[in-house]
């Protein structure tokens, strides 16, 4: 029996009640937004552990985000040896309870099982070639014949659970495509770029986009009418197949895989651009590889779609890096999640409350900053593990940090920013960026060009901070 409460992705695209209210930027809704970022990890970069014994293609590599009270309390990814859904058994236990999982395949009937078992709620994925893929281009015949048994195992399980298996795809608020792509555009990440080489362009933007989307779509999407119906019929969603619901269906994931591509876009691998650790910085330490600051930056670009101050969405994520990889089953190796937030109005607050005013109102009194949580602070409060003094913790946000939150990161013990410095320096009525350059004991790895020009083959993120004679030129600039 199909149990969604409704079809998923019904026509009726009117979008959500905040977004009628003057002056409101549509949102992602909460479901979508962790459908994003299930997607999302599955590609999250593979360890060099992970890349030697690659997984027989039958099993797809797959994304999970596990979700309690409405909070991300992990995100994760399979390896090569566990799958996504045992993994979030390994790691959270009996506190999956009650828990909503996020998957970015429909997992198999080894995962399911153990998952339903540990008491979750609701496991929503997404409807696509499952985990055990039913494509026929992939595997032999006898393959698809096991995997066909189990689609069947997984429907039994599903229809025996109290948990809800479902798939919870939203329709996209009105224009929230065209305003994801604005925004990108906009973004601290692709400014700098632009002012730092002349030669980038909207079309240089656009262009990485399309690669995006192209490389997402062949992932993510079936692009067969005719075999994504054969396997939404396999997999228990024979209901979806009908007209209107198969072609909404099909226009929603495309938006989603879309919005995606964009947002990943939003942070391209441009010329020699990358996280780097500023000259300022007294920190001596290893960064992360590139791969892994873009991927993380990403994660928090996409919480950033969720704000609720309507002028600047601003993402954050704090992950930590384990010093013993004896521990390391995920996909994704030795770092684990921290935390997320974006800024938002405090907890348990009507959106109406407060004053939403920015600079630009005179009356200081009703504007919005007094009263706006922080990406950072959400981050921080909201945290599903403590941070440990003795390991490498680091936040990606999406924004240069103000003079309110910088204090905040070094005294909760994180180790590293990754962040733009756009801002960096500037002071304006209500808010100001001094702290960040001036900030002791935190490694800061800015989105710059590569102060080690010289050695283009060099991936890793260097620390230019030893290097006193390199130059941070917009540091300058702006500092
Ligand atoms: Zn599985
Ligand atoms: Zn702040």
New binding site residues.
């Given amino acids: 029996m199909y149990r969604s409460q409704q079809p998923a992705g019904a026509c009726s695209s009117t979008g959500t009640q905040t977004d009628s209210m003057q002056g409101q930027v549509p949102r992602l809704s909460k479901v979508n937004l962790f459908t994003l970022l299930s997607l999302w990890m599955e590609v999250f970069p593979s360890t060099k552990d992970d890349e030697n014994k690659k997984k027989p293609q039958q099993i797809k590599k797959t994304g999970l985000v596990v979700v309690r009270n409405l909070k991300v309390i992990g995100l994760h990814c399979s390896s090569s040896e566990l799958h996504a859904g045992q993994i979030a058994v390994i790691k959270h236990g009996s506190r999956l309870k009650d828990c909503d999982l996020y998957f970015s395949r429909k997992p198999c009937s080894t995962c399911l099982k153990m998952i339903v078992n540990a008491g979750v709620n609701r496991i929503s994925y997404w409807p696509s070639d499952p985990e055990m893929s039913l494509q026929q281009d992939n595997s032999s015949q006898t393959s698809i014949g096991d995997a066909r048994l189990d689609a069947k195992a997984v429907e039994r399980l599903k229809s025996n659970s109290r948990a809800h298996v479902c798939v919870l795809l939203q329709p996209l608020a009105c224009y929230m495509v065209q305003f994801v792509e604005e925004t990108s555009l906009k973004c601290d990440f692709v400014q700098k770029i632009a002012r730092m080489e002349p030669e980038f362009a909207r079309s240089t933007f656009y262009d990485y986009r399309q690669e995006r989307v192209k490389e997402y779509e062949a992932l993510f999407l079936i692009s067969s009418e005719d075999l994504h119906k054969e396997i939404l019929r396999m997999i228990g969603l024979e209901n979806l197949c009908e007209d209107p619901y198969f072609v909404c269906l099909r226009q929603n994931m495309k938006e989603l895989v879309l919005i995606l591509a964009t947002v990943a876009a939003s942070v391209p691998s441009y010329s020699d651009f990358g996280f780097y650790l500023s000259k300022t910085s007294d920190e001596n330490q290893q960064g992360l590889t590139q791969e892994m600051a873009l991927h993380c930056i990403i994660q928090a670009r996409l919480l950033a779609y969720r704000t609720e101050d309507h002028k600047i969405g601003v993402g954050a994520v704090i992950w930590a890096e384990r010093k013993s990889s004896s521990l390391d089953c995920d996909g994704t190796g030795s770092m684990y999640f921290i935390g997320c937030g974006y800024n938002a109005f405090p907890v348990g607050s009507e959106y109406a409350d407060f004053p939403h005013m920015d600079d630009n109102q005179k009356d200081r009194e009703i504007r919005k900053f007094r009263y706006i949580i922080?990406a950072?602070?959400n981050a921080i409060t909201f945290r599903c593990q403590e941070i440990k003094p003795e390991e490498q913790s680091m936040i990606f946000v999406t924004k240069c940090?103000?003079d309110?939150?910088v204090p905040l990161i070094k005294g909760a013990g994180i180790k590293q920013i990754y962040t733009g410095d756009i801002d960096s320096g500037k002071k304006k009525a209500d808010?100001s960026y001094m702290k960040f350059s001036q900030l002791r004991g935190v490694g800061r790895y800015s989105w710059q060009q590569n102060p080690h020009r010289t050695s283009p083959n060099n991936t890793t993120v260097s620390t230019a901070g030893e290097n006193g004679d390199l130059k941070n030129k917009d540091e300058d600039d702006l500092g």
């Fill in positions: 922080h950072e602070q940090p103000c309110e939150c808010i």
